[in-house]
């Protein structure tokens, strides 16, 4: 599959700052208090690292299993 080799990439490819932005876009729209967010395509789980560390209880899911262990 395709993301076999994409999956090694995947970060490398990705403006750190857009992750920010949808950190800081994520945390303005949601109530932070006993929040649980699922992230769907969820890639390498960048975003859901961010918004843990926020405090924000996140499980992530992505299709490729060789996405979620790079």
């Keep these: 599959m395709i993301y ?4 090694q ?6 403006d750190s700052d857009m992750y920010k932005s949808w950190e ?4 303005a729209n ?3 208090k006993n929040c649980k ?4 395509a ?3 789980g960048r ?5 843990a560390k926020d405090g924000i209880k996140v499980t992530v899911a992505d299709f490729s299993d060789e996405m979620l262990s790079s």
Aim: net charge negative; hydrophobic share 55%; aromatic share 14%.
């Design 4 to 7: 076999q080799t994409f999956a």
């Design 9 to 14: 990439l995947y970060d490398q490819l990705f």
């Design 24 to 27: 800081q876009f994520t945390l």
């Design 30 to 32: 949601i109530n932070k």
């Design 37 to 40: 967010l699922l992230d769907l």
């Design 42 to 44: 969820g890639g390498s």
């Design 47 to 51: 975003l859901a690292v961010l918004l």
